[in-house]
């Protein structure tokens, strides 16, 4: 969907322009940085490249509306993470589609230009190019990547797309620990296979658990419940109202709520404060995280708020669920 590594020879150059200091904690230590103002904005981009994969980190800050032409040489297997900001993308035998904020995917680009539009605001998006040879040695096992290689084996012209998937903690932290890593050249390709194939794994989950919905019994507006299901797991820490929900698409919310109950089993409220604990067990169980900052991730202003609600679920304290994970 989304990569600038080239940009097409008919559009803007830039000038080259000094980072500000309130970007430079942004800055990733094995990136090669640039930093451009163009007549629309400002474009901030950070690349990594390796024989087997290619990392692009770009922040833009837009004034005036714009449409990007960036450029392949050939074609090329992505991920693709929209982090801030919504875009439009045009590709070439696929057509315009929307990149929500918060949302990624696994995708086929093809090779020469395409279109990236940008109404004025701030924009951050990650992309990771992954070489064919290395899709290979999953392909077997992971048959949504198999077919995608096969698509660039083949030299197709058309781009193909799989369905968006919400970037929930697992997904940002992983997208963290690439912003993170030391500028170590003979670690960093190792390292950077392992986030890699994490997300790749990731992604796998969360495709099969939006299938899995899919299968659920049919109820009044099926596609507005599931997707809300989806967002709350993905990202149980921001408060949740199925009447706003009812609201922003003008449907009842008694029905709606209904919905919700038959396809999950439990009520919006409950689902929220399972997912969540889910989430906390998780974060106890396999980081070194403060509890406070646990506590704060999850909505929570107290930790021992967090700790009671922790105990009544499971029977143990975050402590003894850090202790058996260790």
């Known amino acids: 969907m989304i990569i600038l590594a080239g940009l097409h020879p008919s559009a803007e150059q830039g000038a080259e322009i000094l980072l500000p200091e309130y970007l430079r904690s942004a800055v ?15 474009m901030l ?59 990624w995917a696994l995708s086929y680009i093809p090779a020469g230009p395409g279109e990236l539009r940008l109404e004025a605001g701030e924009y951050a998006l990650f992309h990771i190019s992954i070489a064919d040879s290395y899709l290979n040695e999953m392909a077997e096992s992971m048959a949504d990547v198999g077919s995608l290689t096969q698509l660039l084996e083949q030299g197709a ?26 500028d170590s050249p003979q670690e960093l390709p190792v390292e950077f296979k392992a986030h890699i194939t994490t997300l ?36 149980p820490s921001r408060p949740y109202s199925i009447t706003k929900l009812a609201q922003r698409h003008r449907v009842y919310y008694k029905t709606l709520a209904r919905s919700f109950k038959t396809l999950t089993g439990v009520s919006v409220k409950l ?44 029977g143990i304290t975050l402590s003894e669920a850090r202790n058996s994970g260790s």
């Not at 990733?28 to 400002?42: D, E, K, L, P, V």
């Not at 990594?48 to 714009?66: A, E, G, R």
């Not at 404060?273 to 107290?302: C, D, K, V, W």
């Open 45 to 103: 981009s950070q690349t990594y490249s390796y024989k087997n994969f290619q990392l692009y980190h770009y922040q833009f800050n837009i004034h005036t509306p714009v449409t990007v032409y960036p450029s392949l040489e050939k074609g090329t297997i992505a991920l693709q993470f929209m982090l801030k900001g919504d875009s439009q993308v045009f590709l070439k035998g696929y057509g315009s589609i929307k990149l929500p904020a918060r949302r």
């Open 200 to 235: 790749l794994n990731l992604y796998r989950k969360s495709i099969r658990e939006a299938t899995e919905f899919e299968l659920l019994p049919e109820v009044p507006h099926k596609e507005i419940v599931v997707d809300f299901a989806r967002q709350i797991k993905a990202d």
């Open 271 to 314: 689902y929220v404060h399972e997912q969540r604990m889910l989430l906390a067990f998780n974060m106890a169980a396999t980081s070194q995280l403060p509890y406070s900052e646990i506590a704060a991730e999850l909505g929570y202003l107290e930790p021992n708020n967090l700790n009671r609600a922790f105990k009544q679920r499971f």
């Open 157 to 182: 012209e058309q781009a193909a797309i799989l369905p968006l998937a919400y970037m929930d903690t697992k997904v940002n932290e992983t997208i963290n620990y690439i912003m993170k890593a030391e």
């Open 28 to 42: 990733a230590a094995w990136a090669a940085i640039s930093y451009r103002r163009f007549t629309f904005g400002n």
